[in-house]
């Protein structure tokens, strides 16, 4: 993916790191975002605050995320297709085991208050959350004071 980026924009600096050990000084950014990628992050904790760590006072976070549906019979039909749906794409795909960890991690995850009870945990202020599709995603974002 990088070396896609670095063909369309050359003449913009593309850096790979650990998101637990980010190549960055501390307070370097005035905004951080993360899209579908903090569930694959072994340590969320520590990834939240090490976002935190290289965001300026002032600054902001914007985390989107598999999430939880919140009206109940949406739930219990998206936890019936993560179960019974979403195994038989393993079929037609070159990364079989994938769909087996997608489905996992995405049942695996906290729901909206206690992801946004963890951002806070860390440091973030003033955490909120807006659920896109039903609560299949969330949106959540938090300053830094």
Request: proline residues 6%.
């Amino acid at each position: 993916m990088l070396t896609e980026g670095h063909h369309r924009y050359p003449d913009l600096r593309f850096v790979a790191g650990d998101a637990l050990a980010l190549p960055f000084a501390d307070d370097s950014f005035d905004a951080v975002t993360i899209s579908y990628g903090l569930r694959n992050v072994h340590d969320t904790r520590a990834g939240l605050a090490e976002l935190l760590r290289v965001t300026r006072p002032g600054g902001r976070i914007l985390v989107c995320e598999f999430s939880t549906p919140t009206w109940t019979p949406f739930r219990i039909a998206y936890r019936w297709y993560m179960h019974h749906v979403m195994p038989r794409f393993r079929v037609v795909s070159s990364n079989a085991p994938a769909y087996d960890y997608l489905v996992e991690s995405i049942l695996a995850w906290p729901d909206q208050r206690s992801l946004a009870e963890l951002m806070t945990e860390v440091g973030w202020r003033d955490v909120q959350w807006k659920n896109l599709t039903g609560g299949i995603v969330a949106m959540h974002r938090g300053w830094v004071k």
